[in-house]
């Protein structure tokens, strides 16, 4: 075992994108909930679901930064991703839809897929190391996530517990000091080399996973670590083996 | 193993009075405080350490109180007892005391002995449970607490994480939400009836453990168990006897 991991007695995930697919499932959830007899209507039929998955994703970190910048109070994921969806409907030319069924899709966030080696790669790292979700999705999210996508973590910890969005230093330090770990006794699992960036900087081990696909087959970023990451792997099955 | 406790994959735990015995501790450590050659004389002579403790906590239901009414925003404990504490003096007489010394004195909070057998139970729990502790304090007074008594548990949630204060049925289930746990999957185990009534009418499982010396010998609350709890043992050693 790398002498980083043997050091770390949690490991820290980093959730869409890391452990999740969330632009197929997102995707794929758009077209079923449009294709229905009531809903059909509602949308142009050059609807390409993909695009809509993208551009709603698209005003994920914008919608945090008003909060990261104490221009607003602190509020959950899933009032962000119901105001990104409005605004996303809006620009396509898409509805009208009533609150309930705004509702429903908002909450499609709460049901991804996972990657498909990380339930099994998660029970055995299970066995060795507390497992926390230190991400920016609610506590409900993170809950109906865990169940619907066999994400078997201990705990999810991350940005509702803390008020504040990854990459702020309180979502690291918080996370840490609820498991009375230093963060050098933490190591942060993510695909996302600014994610791994902030928590370095903090005394947190890293390793990162590359998921070059997150965003479909034209992603420009986080198609390999940026950095000289504790760990750097292709899949968390690969992790597993550094065990 | 009892069947409730057999069906508890989570063990929650209070921790004031139920883990650690506050009483002594911070009569100690006023004792302590005031009793360098700088601050004795800010002291009536006959000051009782004892009665100023109780004092001073006497003050934490109410002080939680205004939270749990929605008149006042949620603060953090360590905010709480920083005011109760400045009362406490000022009605004993005892002062001024400078911001320095007031913060120092907040924190004797954070330095609580643990009732003796509970750091080798918590051990052995450990093993096969995931403990949590689920208290009012704050995540770093956790934290704190958490390395100086010898308090193993694998993450504190409760107070400020949920934001609010038990007995409000949010600090249960938020709890039990970031462990991906139905309440009826943890137990819930304290030293108070009323913690335990409170998370039994939310499905949680109970476990009482007897504290009768947590106020001292005159206590008249708490001095056993008023209802049916799942489990009801006179320390946290014959607790563990149930595995």
Redesign the interface.
Known sequence: MSEALKNSRALLFDVFGTLVDWRSSVSRSLEMFFSAPDTQMLVPNDTCWETLALDWRGRYQPSMESVRRGLREFVILDTLHRESLEATLAEHGIGPLNDSQLEQLTHVWHRLDAWPEVPDAMNTLRRQK?L?AVSNGN??L??NL??YARLN?????GA??ARAYKPQAEVYL?SA????LEPSQCMMVAAHNDDLTAARALGFRTAYINRPTEYGSRQTHDRGPTSDWDIAVESLAEFVDYL
Do not use: D, K
């Not at 973590?153 to 910890?157: D, E, K, N, T």
């Open positions: 507390v926390a506590t409900q993170l809950r865990s169940l973590w201990h705990v999810s910890l509702e517990p918080q000091a609820m498991l009375t």
